[in-house]
Every structure is written in C-alpha cells, then in structure tokens.
C-alpha cells in the first residue's frame, strides 16, 4: 500500500533532504496506524528511517523511540538494534548497547559493523570501570 510513498521517502533520505523524508515517513507512520493493511515491513523500515534523520539531528531519545518502534513492529528486523545500540552506546548505557549489539547477532550473524559496535562496547565498559574504580 505504502510502497510508493516510501520509496519516495528513502530517496529523500538518500538526497539528505531531511525534512521532507521526515514528513514522508510520519505520513507513512500515520497512514499505517490507521489502516491494519499496512505491511509490518514498511512500516519498520519507515520508523527505523525516520529514527535515523533523528540521529542525525542529535535527538537521541526521540531517535531510539523509532528504533523501538520499529522493533516492535518486526521483532525480527536487525537494522532497528543496531541503530539503537549506536545511541545507547553513544549516550554511554553501554550494559543496553551490548544487549542491542548481541541481539542483532543473534538475528544476523555475519552482521560485521555489529560485531565490531559489541567489542567496542565491551573495551569502553571496562575502560570505564578502571576509571571508576581508582
């Protein structure tokens, strides 16, 4: 249903024309809370997208509140973890990110930006804990 609008959308992302990808993906968000005929596929790929130009912004919070969406509407979706364990890792939870980083390889194994994020997570985890503890 929504196929068109969000190709539309992800070539505005694409182009960085941030503004208009957002409104496309809340119209698609929107349409699709309506209307249970909408697919779980776009409609994640519509709140991971729309999360990412919220990444883009610095609107972390606001950011991980789409990639928790997405997650929830395809739990399957590896794409959503990630991007949530990059703002977790970034806002320093690193105990969260690991749990995203590890569950995105659970989905997709050969994930290789998840794998590298995970050991990341570990090396700045431990960092902090020394720092802490002298």
């Known amino acids: 249903m929504e196929h068109g609008l969000l190709h539309t959308?992800?070539?505005?992302l694409e182009k960085r024309n941030l503004d208009s990808a957002e409104e496309l993906y809340g119209k698609i968000i929107e349409r699709c809370e309506q209307n249970s005929k909408c697919s779980a596929d776009e409609l994640a790929v519509a709140y991971n997208n729309r999360g990412q130009i919220k990444y883009f912004r610095v609107d972390f919070y606001e950011a991980m509140d789409d990639y928790t969406e997405a997650i929830r509407?395809?739990?399957?979706f590896e794409v959503p973890y990630y991007n949530r364990g990059l703002v977790l890792y970034r806002l320093g939870f690193f105990d969260?990110?690991?749990?995203d980083f590890q569950k995105v390889l659970e989905l997709n194994p050969k994930f290789e930006d998840a794998k590298i994020s995970l050991k990341q997570s570990f090396i700045d985890k431990e960092e902090r804990r020394g720092r802490i503890s002298e």
């Not at 969260?96 to 749990?99: L, Q």
């Open 73 to 76: 509407v395809k739990p399957k």
């Open 96 to 99: 969260d990110a690991i749990k």
């Open 9 to 12: 959308a992800n070539t505005e």
